[in-house]
Structure formats: C-alpha cells, structure tokens
C-alpha cells in the first residue's frame, strides 16, 4: 500500500505500517504532557498501545489463516492508526465462507482476552482477588488500591487493561457497519436468503448510517478517530457495494463479448524511444511485444514506458521493460478478467481461443466503457 513501509513477513503473509501509525506516538506524548505523566507511566502508556496493536496484528491474522483455509490468499496486512486491513484478493462468495473469515478476527481477541482473564485469576488469590472481581465491575483507579490497602502490581494492572480492551475491540467490531467485521457477518447472514448483490446493497445502506452516526458522535464528544473511522466506513462501504454490484452485472457476460481484435503490435528489439512515440501518438495505452519471429513475448504497459521517458532511457530495448502478458479464453467470465485488471493490477490481458491462439486483447478501458454503454 502507498505510503507504508514493510516491517516484516509472517505466514508468508507481509505486515507494512502506514505512514500515519506516526500520529499514536504524537498521541501518546500529547496525553503524557496533558495528563502529567512521569517517564515510566508514558513507557507503560506506550507498552499497552503497542501490545494492543499486536492485538490488533493477531486479529488481521485471524482473517487471513481463515481465508487461507478457503483458497483465498492475503496480499498483505496494513497498520494504521484507527487498526489493521487484511488485503485479501477476493472475500468468499458463499456465504458460510464468508461469515467464517469474518468472525475469526473477533475470535481472535476473544482467545486473547480468555488468556488474559485466566492469567489474572491466576495472580490475583485472596482478598486480592476480591480485589480485582470488584475492579472487573467498576472503573480501575487508585482509589480503588488506596482503599482496599493491597497493591495492585503494574503487570496486573496493565493485563486489565489489555484484556478489556480486547473486550471493547470485539464489540465495537461486531458493530454491523459494513465493511466492518460485524457488517461483514451481517451481510454473510443475508445472503444466504437474499442473494449477495442484495445483501450487500442492504448491509451498506445500514453501514454509512450508522457511520454517520459515528461522525456525528465523534464530533460532538470531541473524538476525531472516531468521526475518521466513521468517515473511512462510508467511503469503503460504497466502494464494496459498488464492486459486488459491478461483478453481479459481469458476471451475465464472458471475454468474447468485449474482446479487442485490433491491437498494436511493437517489437521487442525496438528502442523504448519507438514505444514512447507511439504512446504520444496513440488512443491504446498499453502494448502486446512480439519478437522477430512474431511470437509473444509479453506486456509494456503504460507505468513503464512513462518511466523510460523520465529518466531517460529512449535505447534500451522493448525487451527489458516487458512483463508477463496474463492470458484468459473466450469463455472466461467478465468477472475475472474484471480481477485480473482491477485487483492484480494487469494494464491488459490477452483473450486466446480453445487452441490457445491469441486473438484479441481486454483493457481496464474497454471493460469500464462496455460496463457503461450495457449498464445503463
């Protein structure tokens, strides 16, 4: 994802943190200052937001072995400030499926926060046990460790803490605000009587308005990630709605009946200065390269030959700046190519026939103006 780097990579699975996690430490610093924390209370501060994001981590992971189970692979796991997104290439279609990988992230912090109770059962005996069951009930303050006479340890303290933010984290979301997990469960229930198209224009309809609800509370209690997260909610609830129902309509036709027979050849022994020229002088942004012998060799698209042209690097040959052209049938439904163009990000696809001749070519183009000229 734009703006994010990569920490590391775990179950085959890469874990990047967006450039905006920055604004917790800002966060955590501007709490400290306000609140007159010492050194230790913000290190305690800071340890308790970093293990909830590990959390938070474990929660994404949830989703992805999930998917894994049905086939569906995880580009990557993105941290930001207001959580995590699990990039899955595709949620499960079936509902069932569905409702599984949305419910293993909750599942997750459910598990965490079993651990975390049985862990406190085990520190706390005794009058101290009384102790942390009356905390359980009531907000934990000093007052609490002042009155009582016992000492409430720092590592029980902060295992409260974490545990019944797990607690609020599965809440908050099984919340049915679509895309949310919650929304996600509900949308999967759905389905399985009205069909996925219906289901998710229902779930998303509900999901902006309680986003909007979101907003609005945020605003008038002064919290802004959560007039964010309301806002991030509505924006990618319109965004999924609008994908399922553009599958659902693709999903009535196949390649052939958007298939481009007339494309432009380039050679893979020309310079780059010729595919600029042509990109400058052509309607097509992306090209099919052929070798001396007119066999296919692969794709230039668009991204690269922009890329020759700033640097520059007008003599390097066609070759060097080619990828793998990926290849679909004439029976292929518009549904995967519609994947391949938008989720793998292919500027071009070739459409081949049963003997595996390549006859024509789909782009992101082609596809988007047949979605308009039959949609409407």
Not at 340 to 368: F, P
Request: aromatic share 12%.
């Amino acid at each position: 994802m734009s703006g994010s780097f990569k920490l590391f990579t775990w179950l085959g699975i890469p874990v990047f943190l967006h450039w905006t996690f920055g604004l917790i430490f800002m966060y955590i610093l501007w709490h400290a200052q306000s609140e007159g924390l010492g050194t230790v209370e913000t290190f305690w501060l800071t340890g308790l937001f970093m293990s909830l994001f590990l959390c938070v981590l474990l929660h994404e992971y949830g989703h992805a072995i999930a998917a894994r189970k049905y086939n569906v692979k995880t580009r990557d796991i993105v941290l930001m400030p207001i959580g995590g997104v699990a990039r899955l290439e595709k949620m499960p279609e079936k509902p069932i499926q569905e409702f599984v990988v949305a419910i293993a992230g909750p599942a997750v912090n459910v598990l965490i926060a079993t651990v975390l109770f049985l862990g406190m059962a085990a520190m706390a005996e005794g009058d101290l046990w009384e102790l942390f069951t009356y905390a359980i009930r009531s907000d934990i303050g000093e007052e609490i460790v002042t009155e009582s006479g016992h000492f409430l340890s720092p590592w029980l303290h902060f295992a409260i803490k974490l545990a019944f933010t797990n607690v609020a984290l599965v809440i908050f979301n099984m919340i049915p605000a679509f895309p949310m997990d919650g929304g996600r469960v509900f949308r999967a229930l759905l389905s399985m009587w009205l069909g996925r198209p219906r289901a998710t224009n229902i779930a998303a309809w509900i999901g902006q308005t309680i986003a909007l609800l979101l907003v609005a509370t945020g605003i008038w209690s002064g919290d802004f990630m959560l007039s964010i997260l309301g806002i991030f909610v509505i924006y990618a609830a319109r965004a999924e709605n609008s994908n399922v129902q553009t599958e659902d309509f693709l999903s009535k036709y196949t390649a052939k009946d958007v298939v481009r027979y007339q494309f432009t050849r380039m050679r893979s022994n020309d310079w780059m200065l010729s595919a600029i020229e042509t990109l400058r002088h052509s309607l097509e942004r992306n090209f099919l390269v052929f070798d001396v012998n007119d066999r296919l060799v692969g794709l230039l698209e668009e991204e690269d030959i922009l890329r020759a042209m700033r640097k520059p690097d007008i003599t390097t040959e066609i070759i060097q700046y080619t990828h793998r052209l990926e290849m679909v049938s004439l029976q292929d439904s518009l549904v995967k190519v519609h994947s391949m163009l938008r989720q793998k990000g292919c500027g071009m696809v070739g459409v081949m026939e049963s003997d595996g001749q390549l006859i024509g070519v789909i782009d992101e183009a082609g596809l988007a103006y047949f979605t308009r000229m039959n949609a409407s």
